[in-house]
């Protein structure tokens, strides 16, 4: 028998022939049709394989005449549930290709194209592959991978030490240096450099109730609870100028704030334009991350504070506030069984006598 050695496919390209593929499309039909038997399927085979070798003596088949010729012995051997059942199969085959290529706007489907399930390649389509400015999509899920793998490359290039130091003391450096680096550089251009004054930044996180530190210091070294709400939502907004798509940040906001701040913090994200955010209230949940320190201070840009106004937010001072409050470390007790045997365990309070979870609660 003298097959041929490729095989047409329906892009125009070449591939392989393989028997197997053949043998797969028939047995498939078969077990469909309830009428699989292995002699069967070996005689079909043969007939096909036979057809194939007689036709395509000089030339390659292609993929379509291959599957027009196991329809042809189908019903030559008068299996017709098993024709129909592969005639439905190739109309089914079909209709999912023609929904790929609508999904990525293209004629033809690459080998990548074809592994997606019309599910995934929607998802695909929708939220990763490059478009034009009309919405158009212009890159395929290969070109897609092609380009993740060459910024992978990049990220390893990048991450060779002796580049990566000399990146960040040319670019990035300023960014770490804020807390780190320029802080200390800070103390010691002015003399601040001692053991108890590192004492006390380390003890307190914060530079702002140790009386040695200077004011114009303490303006400029804040952490995220000495930030107002209101400009962590600003720079999120600012930032996102500079973003092709959309961002969210963490609002971190302490212990004393009260609902009707979250409600405001919410309204003037919407008033931006802002996409999403995410509102961390301090203690908000047991167990807790605890602010080292009391704020005594909370820092307002004067920008933003206009911009409130001009979306009639209410901007309540929270510098009157007593923030010196500790927040006692309580024992917590399960609500269900009145065990103190709680543990904190995948984000989720666990009761360890009854089994009572926060996250079954939400």
Request: aromatic share 12%; charged share 35%; hydrophobic share 40%.
């Amino acid at each position: 028998m003298n097959l041929p050695s490729k095989v047409i496919k329906r892009e125009n390209y070449l591939q392989d022939f393989k028997i197997e593929k053949i043998e797969n499309a028939i047995k498939k039909a078969l077990i469909a049709s309830n009428k699989f038997e292995e002699n069967l399927l070996k005689n079909l085979l043969n007939q096909v394989l036979n057809k194939i070798s007689q036709k395509f003596k000089d030339k390659y088949p292609h993929v379509e005449e291959i599957q027009d010729i196991i329809e042809q012995v189908l019903i030559e051997n008068n299996l017709y549930e098993t024709a129909k059942a592969f005639i439905l199969y190739r109309k089914e085959r079909e209709k999912i290709r023609e929904e790929k290529k609508k999904i990525l706007n293209k004629e033809f489907l690459d080998e990548i194209d074809r592994r997606f399930s019309i599910n995934a390649l929607r998802v695909v389509a929708s939220r990763y592959l490059l478009r034009d400015e009309n919405g158009k999509i212009i890159e395929t899920p290969k070109q897609l991978f092609e380009r993740v793998v060459a910024l992978i490359v990049i990220l390893d290039i990048l991450y060779d030490e002796k580049f990566l130091i000399k990146m960040v003391n040319k670019k990035f450096m300023k960014m770490k240096a804020l807390y780190d680096y320029e802080l200390e550089i800070q103390l010691k251009e002015r003399g601040l450099y001692k053991e108890e004054v590192i004492k006390k930044i380390s003890e307190s996180g914060s530079i702002q109730n140790i009386e040695e530190i200077p004011n114009d210091m303490k303006e400029y070294f804040v952490t995220v609870y000495e930030i107002s709400w209101q400009d962590h939502l600003r720079a999120q907004y600012e930032f996102s100028f500079w973003v092709d798509n959309g961002i969210s940040k963490t609002i971190n906001m302490p212990f004393e704030t009260s609902w009707k701040d979250i409600l405001n913090a919410f309204y003037f994200a919407y008033k931006l334009g802002l996409k999403g955010i995410t509102i961390f209230r301090e203690c908000s949940k047991l167990p807790v991350y605890k602010f080292k320190h009391s704020i005594k201070k909370i820092f307002y840009n004067e920008k933003t504070l206009e911009m409130l106004k001009s979306f009639s937010v209410e901007v309540k001072s929270l510098e009157e506030k007593d923030f010196s409050k500790k927040i006692e470390n309580k024992i917590f007790r399960c609500p269900n069984c009145g065990s103190n045997l709680i543990v904190f365990r995948e984000n989720c309070l666990n009761c360890l006598e009854c089994g009572w979870n926060t996250c079954l609660l939400g």
